[in-house]
Every structure is written in C-alpha cells, then in structure tokens.
C-alpha cells in the first residue's frame, strides 16, 4: 500500500457501472475497514485523468455505446496502463473486460480498439447470454464456487497469454462468437497480471466474499483475518443454491 490508506479506485461509473457494479469497491472498502484498515473509494468520472497511484482499481460493465465511450478514453490516458505497469489489481466486469482486450465487436458489426491489456478479441454471439452463471475458480487463492449473474452479447477467445478465472457449471461466461464451434469446455473470465477480469454481475464481490479478500491480499500485502459479516455467506449460498436449480 502507498499510504496508509486504502485507496480503491471506482473507473467511470457514469459510463461503466451497470447492475450495481460500483458496488464492488463499496465492498472491499467495507471489507477493509471491519479489518481496522482505512479505506476510501476514489471515483474517476469520464471527463476526469486517471490517477496511476492507487491502490486497487475497480471497472464495471456498459452497454455498448456507454463502453465504446470508456474505450476511447483509455486509448486516450495512460493512466491505467501506468497502474498496470506497477503491478497494481484491478477488477474489470462484463464490458471492460472486453475493453480491456484488443479489440471487441459489437452488437452493430462495429469493432472497437481495446486497451490490450488483456489477450483476448470479443465479437457478438449471435445472442445474449442472460441469467445466472456458477463457476469453480481455476485461480490459486479461490476455493469456493462462484456466482453472478450475466448479460452480454458478446462472445469472448483467450489468447495464449490470458488463463480463464473459472470453469464454468451453470451460464455461459466467456461464450462463442457466432460461428465458431464452442470449446467442449466452457470457461468464464480472464486472469492475466494483475487483472481478473469475469462476465459475473451481482455485484460480483457481494457474492463472492472470497474474491474481494484476494484482491484485498494482494492490494495491501496484508495477511487478512477471516470476517463474519452476517448475511454475506447466507447470500452467497443462497445465490449459489438459486443459480444451480
Ligand atoms: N455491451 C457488452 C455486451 O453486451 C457488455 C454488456 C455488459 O457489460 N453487461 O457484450
């Protein structure tokens, strides 16, 4: 950590902030400071530069319009990439997930440059991906199922250099672009450096307290004690229980 205060970065909720996603740096702050480590949300607008000296990013979905807005501004400030550079974690939703790829195609044939951070391409399904996903997380530190709810059209291919977040039991995640054959696995999301990136709303961290704790490990360095916030697990599987019906 810089400071002695978690600083936890919020990236254009005004453009990337669908199905509550915003309120995943609402739970790691709060997850922070029952810990007694002080926290606080640092919220970007899209008209605003991004700060490359914070210490956890958080970057939530958008419809597509709303997104290609954000892309451009990322080709534009270098910020993020500086934050990337520097090792900092940084959770991307449904849309910047895509953004932060290559390049991404959408529901209007138009393809978009992405960031590239991420070695991934997206083009339309052909449909939208809607409802409950479940995944078994692939990624060292996770143990306990995950869920979310998603709605994407877009369909999204890992390169070499990108390992998915999880496999999935129930949903899509990443999905096929149209024409493809699909893998005769199916995965969800993208771990590559200090991104991890999934199609899970919900928000994600509401669900999966597990992940907010990950990435609140490798933001402070911390070894964090175990939290019992009531409701948290008896949401988590209840969401888990609902998703698997
Ligand atoms: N617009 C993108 C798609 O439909 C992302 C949607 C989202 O963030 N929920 O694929």
């Given amino acids: 950590m810089s400071e002695s205060t978690l ?7 005004d453009v990337l902030g669908t199905y509550g996603d915003t309120g995943n740096a609402l739970i790691l702050a ?8 002080d926290a606080e949300l640092v919220t970007v607008s899209l008209n605003e ?3 490359a000296e914070l210490d956890l990013y958080t970057l939530g979905g958008g419809e597509d319009t709303a997104q290609s807005l954000a892309a451009q501004k990322f080709r534009d400030d270098s910020g993020l990439l500086h934050a990337l550079d520097a090792g900092k974690p940084l959770l991307a939703i449904c849309a910047s997930l895509q953004v932060l790829g290559h390049w991404y ?3 209007r044939d138009e393809r ?3 960031l590239g951070v991420l070695d991934v391409t997206t083009d339309p399904q052909g449909h939208r991906a809607i409802g409950e996903l479940v995944c078994e997380p692939l990624l060292e530190g996770l143990t306990q199922p995950m869920s979310g709810f998603e709605n ?3 369909g999204t291919v890992l390169g070499p250099n990108a390992r998915p977040l999880g ?3 129930a949903g899509v995640g990443n999905g096929t672009p149209e024409g493809m ?30 992940l907010a704790d990950l990435l609140l490990t490798r933001a402070t360095g911390l070894e964090l004690a175990p939290l019992d916030v009531p409701g948290v697990e008896a949401l988590r599987a209840e969401r888990l229980d609902f998703a698997c019906r």
């Fill in 7 to 13: 600083r936890i970065g919020v990236l254009f909720p």
């Fill in 30 to 37: 709060e997850r922070a400071r029952r810990r007694g480590i």
């Fill in 49 to 51: 530069d991004i700060p």
């Fill in 105 to 107: 195609r959408d529901a």
């Fill in 112 to 114: 978009v440059e992405g």
């Fill in 152 to 154: 994407h059209g877009g």
């Fill in 167 to 169: 496999r999935v039991i």
């Fill in 181 to 210: 054959t699909p893998e005769p696995i199916a995965y969800d999301g993208v771990v590559q450096g200090s991104v991890i990136a999934t199609y899970m709303h919900g928000p994600v961290l509401a669900r999966n307290p597990e």
